[in-house]
């Protein structure tokens, strides 16, 4: 090609040693062949055995129990906080909400909180949003405090 002449499609070629022929895998000794990428002797190299056949060994999926019980979506599950952490929390009492225990890291912002009844209280706590189990409450409202759910 003279250098005056314009670049033309037919006379593209490919850079040498960009274009290789593929390795024709399992076509006999001479040409990389052999074993052809499925290892040495046995069943899996002479045929394809379905998934999960483990050699006439009582398989996982059968040695597994089948279907015990079920786990619900819909399940709540509460944060805790018993009432000795809340006495240690706000030693004066007053009113306490959900957000004011995020705010103090008693449990995280993501759950509804349920306050325990483990402890002894001797202020009176206003609790807003979270809820009480029965010994809890009973002490909030001995000590002359109130629970709201709202």
């Not at 306490?96 to 509804?112: F, I, Q």
């Amino acid at each position: 090609m003279a250098d005056n002449e314009i670049l033309q499609m037919h006379d593209l070629k490919p850079a040498p040693g960009a274009n290789k022929d593929r390795i024709r895998v399992g076509r006999g000794e001479g040409s990389k062949g052999k074993t052809a990428g499925r290892g040495a002797k046995g069943q899996t190299k002479r045929t394809n055995v379905r998934p999960g056949f483990e050699g006439g060994q009582l398989p996982l999926y059968m040695r597994l129990p089948k279907l015990r019980g079920f786990k619900n979506p819909f399940k709540v599950e509460f944060q805790v906080v018993n009432i000795a952490r809340l006495v240690e929390l706000f030693p004066e009492g007053g009113e306490v909400s959900a957000e004011d225990l995020v705010a103090k890291g008693a449990v995280r912002g993501n759950a509804p909180v349920k306050v325990l009844g483990d402890g002894e209280l001797t202020v009176a706590f206003t609790l807003k949003g979270v809820k009480a189990s029965a010994s809890a409450k009973a002490k909030i409202e001995a000590a002359g405090g109130s629970v709201s759910e709202d």
